[in-house]
């Protein structure tokens, strides 16, 4: 028994939806097909696949085992690769997942650019924000995370950022501008919603002095679990909201939004690119890594350094 060829069956199998699906991908006939399957439960001693009439599905045991051939195959596909080529050249799939703030403003800016450098690595990036995002699944997963974030990943730090305090212009000459932390209560307050449900009760920290904080109880009149809704119902002067210095620069550079209560933050936070437990990370994941911290660090010191107010 060729017991790759069984493997790649088997994982194409699932892949595909099907046995007919499969070998027309694989460029075998079905039975061949079949016969690879087959022979690989015989040699592990346990069925891996339910087969019906209409569709395949995985097995307790196939599950778990898929798990460790999808593995086994990528990094003898990366071992051979890395032997068998001739050049420099980078090319291949670099698959991402990111949620919608940072696909937006960190991945999107960055595609032109990575593109006309590597024109042969093409980008699949998906966009969630799932509580346990399936770092295995991807090349590389941006996650946003407070500075004590110590999960057991494998990750880079691209970023470390706080969380400032804005509003537009109208809304101030509306309202009048806080003065203090405590102001916060008269104002119109626009708040991302927690995961563990909705607080009237806002913390400030001092950005120069870690000591200071305060609780300060407002009632929100808007709550969203969506970072840009917030930031464009503040442009539009619906209230005050928080955001990242990093987003927040080219609105208070234009004049569209306004820092207020500095030196007063409401979070500390990093970003992170988390990598899966793999032994050989691809090329193609190394340089799009290395130009994503470059260029998000130099684009972000650049809009802060002609930022005079954040």
Known sequence: MDRLASMRAFQKVIDEGG?????????MSP???????????DHLGTRLLHRTTRRVS???????????????LQELDEAHALVSSKTSELA??????????????VLAPLVSGFRQ?????LLDIDVDSPREPPIEDYDITLMGAQ?????????RKVLSSVTVLLASPTYLKRRGTPARPEDLAQHDCLRIKPAAGRSNRWRLLHETDEARAVDIEVQPVLWANHTDTLLHAALDGAGITATTIELAAPFIQNGDLVRVLNPWITDRLTMYAALPSRKFMPRRTEVFLDYLIEQTRA???SALATCSTC
């Not at 046995?19 to 694989?26: E, G, I, P």
């Not at 450098?117 to 690595?121: A, D, F, L």
């Open 19 to 27: 046995f007919a699906a499969a070998a027309r991908a694989l460029d």
């Open 31 to 41: 039975a061949v097909v079949t016969r690879l399957v087959a022979d690989l439960e």
């Open 58 to 72: 995985l097995t307790d045991a196939g599950e778990s085992y898929l798990d460790r051939v999808r593995v086994i």
């Open 92 to 105: 291949g799939v670099l698959r991402l997942l990111a949620p919608p703030v940072l696909a937006t403003h």
């Open 117 to 121: 450098k590597y024109p042969k690595i």
């Open 147 to 155: 500075t004590s974030f110590d999960a057991n990943v494998i990750a």
């Open 299 to 301: 684009r972000v010191e």
